[in-house]
């Protein structure tokens, strides 16, 4: 695209030529960094635009950076000066099953009203000094949701817990550690998103979630 449209764009999304492109791959702890000013700037059609004839609006393209599409499979991106992202902390959570009986009792009642759920499989991970557990919740015989809690070990307090009830993830696709420089321990994976955008959670209640920022249109 053009050099108007460019600097247009980057003023927009207040990004500056100086700035650098930042993908880190958490499942290969594989960090890309790329200066704006290397980069082509391109616009494509929409997958969902590309097969219908011409006239087309602005908003049927994507507009962006490029990029070799081999680096976004398993990353998150960011744009600015610094890198954000901490890299050799983030683990890929191995779950072992474990009898429901073992699942802390600190949620029940919470989600067990009137014996409306039942418990189904039930799994446990340990690392540092933190235990995640995560359980199924089944209605008229199917998974109607996944609830999580993590402890601490020494303590047996309650670090986080959740219910997750959307379009459910499998057991290999949960993520926890440190990602980013100066935050607490995140937690993500639990959840396809069909409809707008994910988040990234942290593990302490005070650190507000980050949104992430996609292109998820149908």
């Given at each position: 695209?053009?050099?108007k449209?460019?600097?247009y764009?980057?003023?927009?999304?207040?990004?500056?030529?100086?700035?650098?492109?930042?993908?880190?791959d958490?499942?290969?702890?594989?960090?890309?960094?790329f200066?704006?000013?290397?980069?082509?700037?391109m616009?494509?059609?929409?997958?969902?635009?590309n097969?219908?004839?011409?006239p087309?609006?602005?908003?049927?393209f994507?507009?962006?950076?490029?990029v070799?599409?081999?680096?976004?499979?398993?990353s998150?991106?960011?744009i600015?000066?610094?890198?954000p992202?901490?890299?050799?902390?983030?683990?890929?959570?191995?779950?072992?099953?474990?009898?429901?009986?073992?699942?802390?009792s600190?949620?029940e009642?919470?989600?067990?009203?009137?014996?409306?759920?039942?418990?189904?499989?039930?799994?446990k991970?340990?690392?540092?000094?933190?235990?995640?557990?995560?359980?199924?919740?089944?209605?008229?015989?199917r998974?109607?949701?996944?609830?999580?809690?993590v402890?601490?070990?020494?303590?047996?307090?309650?670090?986080?817990?959740?219910?997750?009830?959307?379009?459910?993830a499998?057991f290999?696709?949960?993520?926890?550690?440190?990602?980013?420089?100066?935050?607490?321990?995140v937690?993500?994976?639990?959840?396809?998103?069909?409809?707008?955008?994910?988040?990234?959670?942290?593990?302490?209640?005070?650190?507000?979630?980050?949104?992430?920022?996609?292109?998820?249109?149908?």
């Open positions: 695209m053009g050099l449209f460019r600097k764009f980057l003023s927009k999304e207040k990004i500056s030529e100086a700035a650098n492109v930042f993908i880190y958490y499942s290969k702890d594989v960090l890309k960094t200066k704006i000013n290397d980069l082509n700037f616009a494509c059609l929409s997958i969902y635009e097969s219908e004839p011409p087309y609006d602005k908003s049927d994507m507009i962006g950076f490029e070799d599409e081999q680096l976004l499979s398993s998150f991106v960011f600015g000066k610094e890198s992202f901490v890299q050799g902390q983030l683990q890929r959570i191995v779950w072992q099953k474990i009898k429901s009986k073992y699942f802390p600190n949620m009642g919470k989600y067990f009203k009137d014996s409306e759920y039942s418990k189904g499989d039930s799994y991970y340990e690392t540092g000094d933190l235990q995640y557990f995560a359980q199924d919740l089944v209605k008229d015989n998974v109607f949701a996944r609830r999580l809690l402890m601490d070990r020494r303590t047996k307090n309650k670090v986080y817990e959740a219910v997750y009830s959307g379009s459910l499998p290999d696709h949960q993520w926890t550690g440190r990602l980013f420089k100066n935050k607490p321990k937690i993500f994976g639990f959840e396809y998103i069909s409809f707008g955008c994910d988040s990234i959670t942290f593990l302490e209640s005070s650190e507000e979630a980050i949104h992430i920022d996609c292109d998820n249109r149908h």
